[in-house]
């Protein structure tokens, strides 16, 4: 099986064009032994690159647990590289199908090739119910308390198809992320896990950002995180509706339109390598 690794901010997965080859029978497996960074490929998961009726192409997102997920802002940027730079759907304007629905891409290219890509995220879901989360909203949950491993801490909720909890703090630690976030990734609070992030504030237009992913642990960015941050910022009254975002792996630039309340997404997509899994 041809396989790519690609990476959106150092936030790398292994991609599968099942368009000009067979899917594989079993995404779930494949995912846990492709991401395996000793024994496998190695990354955040496993992406497979799918035919689709209503969009150019659709996008299934394994984690390296190999639980799927809805939605994953850095993979999809990588999914709009791979169609045109492969002559698949060779436009600068794509529609991608995902678990979390339909979503329109603006590929940067340079020499042929893209290099940024700008996604539209849609509309930000913040009823609790819809989440989801069962900490308590009407209905959204901005800066509401969370008891986690003896201490509290204030945690706005957000969707972006997918849930996330975001954490505004003073120094994004590894005590913090490696120690808080898998406790709040399986909190009661959240009836499907969530993903966790843990955010500094710079200035009005900056902030930084560590992520816990759920199924994956820490990951050096996380495009729907970036999205969330960035409506929890504005919520919390801490920043405008245009950051950037700075990741262990790069940076994003994230703006929350006012006029359709649309969240847009711009950062860079890697092309890394080309294998074959024989196995």
């Not at 099986?1 to 150092?10: C, D, E, I, V």
């Not at 090739?113 to 879901?125: A, F, H, L, N, S």
């Not at 949950?141 to 003073?170: D, K, W």
């Amino acid at each position: 099986m041809q396989f790519t690794k690609m990476h959106g901010a150092g936030n790398d997965y292994i991609y599968i064009d099942c368009i000009r080859q067979s899917p594989p029978e079993d995404p779930v497996e494949l995912a846990i032994k492709m991401s395996h960074r000793r024994f496998g490929v190695g990354g955040d998961g496993l992406i497979l690159i799918c035919p689709s009726e209503i969009a150019d192409c659709r996008m299934r997102m394994f984690n390296s647990d190999g639980s799927e997920a809805e939605m994953c802002g850095n993979g999809i940027r990588c999914v709009s590289k791979f169609v045109y730079d492969e002559g698949i759907a060779p436009r600068t304007e794509l529609k991608i199908e995902t678990g979390a629905g339909i979503l329109t891409l603006l590929n940067e290219v340079r020499n042929g090739k893209v290099e940024r890509v700008q996604v539209d995220m849609g509309e930000p879901i913040l009823d609790a119910g819809q989440i989801p989360t069962l900490l308590p909203g009407d209905p959204t949950v901005v800066g509401v308390p969370l008891l986690v491993g003896g201490r509290e801490f204030q945690v706005t909720c957000v969707s972006m198809g997918n849930p996330h909890a975001v954490l505004f703090v003073e120094e994004a630690t590894d005590e913090m992320v490696l120690g808080i976030g898998p406790k709040i990734e399986v909190h009661k609070a959240f009836p499907q896990q969530t993903n966790v992030e843990f955010v500094e504030v710079l200035s009005r237009s900056e902030l930084r950002q560590r992520t816990w992913e759920r199924g994956s642990g820490e990951t050096w960015a996380c495009g729907t995180g970036a999205t969330a941050v960035a409506v929890a910022a504005v919520l919390n009254g801490k920043t405008d509706r245009a950051v950037l975002i700075h990741l262990r792996g790069g940076d994003l630039d994230i703006r929350w339109d006012e006029a359709d309340n649309h969240v847009y997404m711009t950062g860079p997509a890697t092309r890394i390598c080309d294998g074959t899994w024989d196995e």
